[in-house]
């Protein structure tokens, strides 16, 4: 049996801040990790508490902040239609999203991990959406839903039906906007792929083999295996619906009528139109509460359906 030597146990015994280049090698780490440090004390938690102090005030830009303690919260519940109506928009929009994204993200996904020629192809090609920027994407559906002379009406003349007034019809505007979100969601469709990829195909010959259909399969062995990736692609996408912004100031700017006056557009107007920071402030902080309640609502549930490989209480 080999025995340690007396010197390896000398230095197993030396407290780690004794050792030799210990305080050198450790301030090399802190030097290596200050600029991350620095950008997010300065740029991510000093502007957090900011607006957790300007929520308590009445605070409009040109005059200094006034403490008036809950009133801005007060009056967002009890005086503020405007309010209540675009974060009831946000949760119509944010439910649409969710459900539809998901679904057609992992049929997409499906599709992709075909064994088929020009696969990395269409990857590449389903991905594209991510690298364009937002402003360029509203401006593009914007053309692409004109009642006038954008194609996707064009192409419903064709066959025979009746034109529809996409962005200027409360019916149909926040649809329009679920649309180009779901469009959006080569993300989740690419982290499907992932997980699809990381099944088993043991799993699939043992089902064949007791006679399992394609469908039977997907239910029986696919979304089970799959509900780790279905589980983090609904938490961000909750995250990412209730932080919806750029399509409905872009193409929309609220309407018609207010029927896509999402809760972040309500923010943006209070805080950068009408200048009422510490309002808008406690608007900000209501979201992120409401964000934190239906994302540890999610992780809350996760033990009745999510399911990881090797877990012996399933």
Request: aromatic share 16%.
């Given at each position: ?38 950008g997010l ?5 000093g ?11 009445d605070?409009?830009?040109?005059d200094?902040?006034e ?33 539809a994204?998901?679904?057609?993200s ?11 020629r ?7 090609i ?7 920027p ?9 053309y ?43 993300v989740?469709t ?6 699809l ?7 699939h010959?043992?089902?064949k083999?007791d ?6 399969r997907?239910?029986r ?24 912004f ?18 972040n ?8 139109s009408?200048l ?14 409401i964000?934190?309640f239906?994302?540890?609502?999610i ?6 359906w999510?399911?990881y ?6």
């Open positions: 049996m080999a025995t340690a030597s007396p010197s390896s146990e000398k230095s197993r015994r030396i407290a780690p801040w004794k050792q030799e280049n210990f305080w050198r090698d450790t301030a090399r780490g802190y030097l290596f990790i200050l600029p991350v440090v620095l004390l300065i740029w991510t938690f502007p957090m508490l900011a607006s957790a102090y300007y929520s308590f005030t605070y409009r830009i040109v200094p902040p403490f008036i303690g809950l009133q801005n919260y007060i009056d967002l519940f009890t005086n503020d239609r405007l309010f209540l109506r675009s974060l009831e928009i946000t949760f119509k929009y944010a439910g649409m999203f969710i459900v994204g998901q679904i057609l992992l049929m997409t996904a499906v599709l992709l991990t075909q064994n088929i020009g696969q990395s192809i269409f990857r590449t389903f991905y594209l959406p991510v690298v364009v937002q402003v360029a994407v509203a401006l593009l559906w914007r692409l839903f004109n009642k006038d002379v954008g194609p996707i009406n064009r192409s419903i003349e064709l066959i025979g039906l009746e034109p529809v007034n996409w962005l200027g019809s409360p019916d149909w505007a926040l649809m329009s906007l679920v649309i180009i979100s779901v469009w959006g969601g080569a989740s690419i982290i499907y792929v992932a997980g990829q990381n099944i088993p195909n043991d799993l010959d043992a089902a083999i006679g399992a259909n394609v469908v039977q997907f239910i062995v696919t979304l089970p295996m799959l509900t780790p990736t279905i589980f983090f692609n609904v938490v961000t996408n909750v995250i990412l619906s209730f932080q919806f750029v399509p409905a100031f872009i193409m929309t700017e609220g309407g018609p009528a207010r029927s896509t006056y999402v809760y557009l309500n923010l943006y107007d209070k805080a950068f009408w009422e920071m510490g309002y808008a402030s406690a608007m900000a902080w209501i979201m992120f509460a964000i934190v239906f994302t540890a609502l992780f809350r549930s996760s033990p009745l999510v399911y490989e090797g877990d012996m209480r399933k």
